[in-house]
C-alpha cells in the first residue's frame, strides 16, 4: 500500500469514522453492559478472598499478642505497634519499590530531590502530556519505532527497579539502649548483619531479624565462625560472646512474640554478661586483632 499523505489519511479516517458511526455498535447499551458484566464478577472476586480470608483466622492459644493468625490471604492484623520499638525500618508496599529503590540511586544529601521529586515529576508530566506529543495517528508498530522503543523500556526499567527496590537492605534505624546492642552496632557485626534492634543493615551475614537464632546456635557461631561468619574466640572474651548472643537471640525475636526479654529464645542470663563484659564494652571494635 502506498504510503498516503496526511490529508489522505484524515479522509480515510473519516470515511471509517462515518461508517462506523452507521453501522457500528453503539457505547450504551453495548459497552455499558459488557462493563457491568465485568464489574460484577471482579466484585464478586473480592467478596470471595475476602469471605476466604476471613474464614481461615485463627489464633495462638495464649498468645494474644501476636494477633489472629490468617491462613492463605494474609493475617488478619499483626503484633500491635510496639512503641518501646526504637529501631524501625520503614519500607514501602511492594508497588513502591521503583521509587524506594530510585531513591537509593542517589545517595548525595544534595541529589534526594532528583531522585524524590524531580525525575517522578518529570515521568508524571511525560504520562499526562503524552497525547499531546505523541499525535501519530498510526496504529502499525512498525511505523512508531519511538513509542514502541519507549513502551517496552518503560515496563523494563520499572520492574528492574521494582526487583532491587525488593533486594535492598533497610536503612537502618537507631541503635537501641539494650545491653549488647551498642557492642553489636559498633562493632565488625553491623558491617555484615542487619539487625532492627541494633540499627544495622549489614546485608553479607543472614538478617538476623529472619534468622532468629537461638542463644546456642549464636553463641556457637560468634565462637567458631562458619563459612563467611569470622570465629570471634580470642578476640572477645568468653563474657562479651555471651553477651552478644544472648542479645541476638534476645532481640531478633522468635516467631509469633515481640522481641525482647520474654521471647522464647531470650536467655535470662544475658544482661548479666553484658555487664561483666563492661556494659557495651567501649572499644568493642578495636578487640579485633
Ligand atoms: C564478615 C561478615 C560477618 C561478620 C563480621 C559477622 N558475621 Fe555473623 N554471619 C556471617 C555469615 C556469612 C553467616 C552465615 C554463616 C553460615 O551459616 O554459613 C553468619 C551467621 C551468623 C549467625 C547465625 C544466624 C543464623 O542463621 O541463625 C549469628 C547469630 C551471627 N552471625 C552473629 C554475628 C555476630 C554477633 C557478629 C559480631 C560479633 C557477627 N555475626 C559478625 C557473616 C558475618
Known sequence: MPRLTARERRESYQREYAFQKKHGKSFFPNAVFHDTIVSLIVVALIMGMAILWHAQFGSVPGEAEAGRIGGLLGPAYEAKADPGVLAYDPRPEWYFFFLFELLRLFKEPALLIVGSVIIPTIWMVLLIGWPFIDRNPDRRLSRRPIALALGVMVPIVLLTLTFYGSKAPGAGGAVSTEPGAAAFANGPCSTCHTLANAGTAGNVG??????????????????????????FKGQYTADQISCLAGYVATWSGATGTTPGPSAPSAK??????????????????????
Request: with cysteine.
Open 206 to 231: 543472614p538478617v538476623l531479624d529472619e534468622a532468629k537464632p537461638d542463644y546456642e546456635t549464636a553463641l556457637n557461631l560468634i565462637t567458631n565462625g562458619k563459612g563467611g561468619m569470622p570465629a
Open 268 to 289: 535470662a542470663t544475658y544482661p548479666a554478661s553484658c555487664e561483666a563484659a563492661g556494659g557495651d564494652f567501649a572499644g568493642v571494635a578495636a578487640a579485633g586483632g
